[in-house]
């Protein structure tokens, strides 16, 4: 074996002899057990249309889905489009977003992202990747996250937590987003790419968490050649799960796989509750710790 082959990382797997197939075969029931774990998985930033979902997107770099869905309304009431985004004033726009983080590298992102919309694209968000990754702040991943929710083309979308858990999965060996989303597409069909995409990620933020994985209350445990990483024992490892699954919110996840087509309105009124909840006790921890992300990790 040459030295270079030596030093190539490689895929984890669930036996030496893991073939191809059985790896495809592995990541596919994976993907099964997830959608029956997580049928409500949906995107959990709030938007109306791709304008919204592209702006809002770029805003969650380094920051948490519920931080963006606290300023977004009122980003938009006042910046209904890319029009009247781009004709806002630049201060303005930073007093309102300055709670994601970045608040001034973001403000500049997205007022040239909107002026470019306007001037490049008559105003409408383009439906292409190869438009998308064109305009300010936008990459593949959120350009995929735009594509995916917001046009109906599918796409693999790779953010921290996906990109950890294919590695742990052994989808993949590689830290590149970019070289992850190619090894993740070989293993299934375009039409699950985008479902798969929030499958995953809901999972990484419930229950394959980064720094301490619930491994004894994982679904996919029996398929996962990462078990044994996190906390096996599975008392101690439901202890350790996140959100909607976290102890003591089991009403709360009943309600939403009851009403799957529905999660994203009761996630909203969830999140709603709690902020309304940490206004009235005063001085509290930072909203993002009602969040699933508060603990695993933000997005990137």
């Known amino acids: 074996m040459s030295d ?13 002899d893991e073939t191809p197939l059985a790896l495809k075969r592995r990541a596919r029931k994976i993907n099964r057990v997830l959608a029956e774990a997580y049928p409500y998985a949906h995107a959990e930033l709030d938007f109306r249309n791709p304008f ?18 606290q300023v977004t309304p009122v980003l938009f ?7 009247a985004l781009s004709e806002g004033e630049l201060v303005d ?10 608040f001034r590298a973001k403000a500049r992102s997205i007022h040239t992202l909107a002026r470019r919309v306007v001037d490049e694209f008559d ?17 593949r991943k959120t350009a995929n996250v735009v594509l995916g929710n917001a046009f109906g083309v599918p796409g693999i979308t790779v953010d921290t937590h996906f ?13 590149d987003p970019v070289v992850i989303e190619r090894d993740v597409m070989e293993l299934f069909e375009p039409k699950d790419w985008t ?29 996962c050649p990462s078990f044994g990483e996190g906390e096996t024992d599975p008392v101690k490892a439901r202890r350790l799960l996140r ?17 799957a087509s529905d999660a994203a309105a009761i996630r909203q009124r969830t999140e709603s509750l709690a902020a309304a909840a940490a206004s009235a006790a005063g001085p509290a921890p930072s909203p993002a710790a009602t969040s699933p992300e508060a603990t695993t990790g933000r997005h990137r």
């Open 4 to 16: 270079a082959a030596a030093a190539e990382p490689r895929r984890r797997r669930m036996s030496p």
């Open 52 to 69: 919204e979902l592209l702006v809002a997107t770029v805003l969650s770099a380094q920051t948490t889905d519920v931080r963006v869905n």
């Open 77 to 83: 009431a006042r910046y209904p489009d890319a029009r």
């Open 93 to 102: 726009i930073e007093e309102i977003i300055r709670p994601t983080g970045f």
């Open 123 to 139: 105003g409408e968000v383009p439906g292409t990747l190869a438009e998308l990754v064109t305009l300010p702040g936008v990459g």
């Open 163 to 175: 990109g950890r858990l294919a590695k742990r999965f052994g989808w993949t060996a590689s830290e």
């Open 195 to 223: 479902m798969l995409s929030h499958r995953v990620v809901f999972h990484g933020r419930r229950v394959c968490l980064a720094r301490r994985p619930a491994c004894g209350a994982c679904p996919v445990a029996s398929l």
């Open 243 to 259: 959100f909607e699954l976290a102890p003591g919110r089991e009403d709360l996840q009943a309600e939403m796989v009851a009403n």
